[in-house]
């Protein structure tokens, strides 16, 4: 079955970065797009960034453009990276990938804890 998995989440003190990591496999059709969304407590699912699968193009959450870089791996446009910088306390939340299959629907991850704290 599907499977998209995320890694790379951690505590970290505010001004630090993290690298988290994901893999969609399994697919039944070939993605439009690979994103990272995530959520705060209390809060509704944010999204944070995009990259689509064709021309490697993004799109950012205002707040975290600068700080945070969308990418993927050279042989596999379905495995993306988020390098986040500067972490903020208000970057806290688990981080979720989304691989977006167009009309085909999405697929989730199981998410990735964020703590950004001193």
């Known amino acids: 079955q599907v499977q998209v998995v995320e890694s790379g989440g951690g505590l970290v003190q505010p001004g630090g970065s993290l690298n988290l990591s994901c893999t969609a496999s399994?697919?039944?059709?070939?993605?439009?797009?690979m994103a990272w969304y995530r959520q705060a407590p209390g809060k509704g699912r944010e999204w944070v960034a995009t990259?689509?699968?064709?021309?490697?193009?993004?799109?950012y959450l205002n707040s975290v453009k600068g700080r945070f870089t969308i990418s993927r791996h050279s042989a596999d446009k379905n495995t993306v990276y988020l390098q986040m910088n500067n972490l903020l306390p208000e970057d806290t939340a688990v981080y979720y990938c989304?691989?977006?299959?167009?009309?085909?629907?999405?697929?989730w991850g199981q998410g990735t804890q964020v703590t950004v704290s001193s």
């Open positions: 399994r697919l039944p059709f070939s993605t439009y797009a």
């Open positions: 990259m689509k699968t064709a021309d490697g193009s993004t799109k």
């Open positions: 989304n691989a977006d299959l167009s009309q085909y629907g999405d697929y």
